[in-house]
């Protein structure tokens, strides 16, 4: 219920002992302008105000995070030979792609698969 746990351990040891291990969410970028996305592609909302973060932004239906976060991995993964990253990838409500690279190149990837 905690937006900021990844995972809790609970472990006994007998007789007597509760070991707790908590894990924090890492952020790696920011849904839109409210929540944050985990290394593991969940959104998770910290009730914070995120600009603090310098994050890359992605952004697009709600029912395609996963998706545009898959996407998103792909496309660094292709940039970083070049020492580029996607700084933005969103994809519009009639899902068309845009990204900004980390130079600040805009290019509309349109609605086609967008590697």
Do not use: C, M
Request: hydrophobic content about 45%; proline content about 8%.
């Amino acid at each position: 219920a905690i937006p900021w746990v990844d995972q809790v351990i609970i472990q006994r040891v007998w007789p007597d002992i509760l070991l707790v291990k908590i894990s924090e969410q890492k952020p790696i970028a920011k849904w839109g302008k409210l929540d944050l996305v985990n290394a593991k592609g969940i959104v998770f909302s910290p009730h914070i105000n995120i600009d603090q973060f310098n994050l890359p932004v992605l952004n697009g239906p709600k029912e395609q995070q996963a998706f545009v976060f898959a996407k998103y991995q792909e496309i660094n993964e292709l940039l970083s030979p070049f020492g580029l990253w996607a700084k933005q990838l969103v994809l519009s409500p009639r899902h068309a792609w845009e990204l900004q690279l980390n130079n600040g190149t805009w290019i509309k990837l349109g609605h086609q698969e967008p590697l």
